[in-house]
Nanobody, 127 residues
Framework: VQLVESGGGLVQAGGSLRLSCAAS????????IGWFRQAPGKEREGVSC????????YYADSVKGRFTISSDNAKNTVYLQMNSLKPEDTAVYYC?????????????????????WGQGTQVTVSS
């Protein structure tokens, strides 16, 4: 199983970025994939999640209304569209796959429920 994030970069406050999580090594029809972020000196926090099992999604309060998660099964890719970016969104963003646990997206899904992680992509929002 491999997850590869891309799409990070430097953007001004108010701008947009779309992150991609390209997945391989598993059948892309029964999973939950989450996006996490980690800022310097802070814990890794859950940002969003999408489940292929029930179509459910989850967003952290800090990103609701600004971020949208989606999946393209034909491309084995999950996207995170980030709009109205703020300096506090600056972090390394990781995607992670739950292939063996619930494969659902309850609020505050624990990190340990994700078995596979990508290497991360840096997002920097300047003020």
């Amino acid at each position: 199983v491999q997850l590869v994030e891309s799409g990070g970069g430097l953007v001004q406050a108010g701008g947009s970025l779309r992150l991609s999580c390209a997945a391989s090594g598993f059948t892309f029809d029964d999973f939950a994939i989450g996006w996490f972020r980690q800022a310097p000196g802070k814990e890794r926090e859950g940002v969003s999640c999408i489940s292929s099992s029930d179509g459910g999604t989850y967003y952290a309060d800090s990103v609701k209304g600004r971020f949208t998660i989606s999946s393209d099964n034909a491309k084995n890719t999950v996207y995170l569209q980030m709009n109205s970016l703020k300096p506090e969104d600056t972090a390394v963003y990781y995607c992670a796959a739950d292939l063996k646990s619930s494969r659902l997206c309850p609020a505050h899904k624990a990190k340990y429920e994700y078995e596979y992680w990508g290497q991360g992509t840096q997002v920097t929002v300047s003020s």
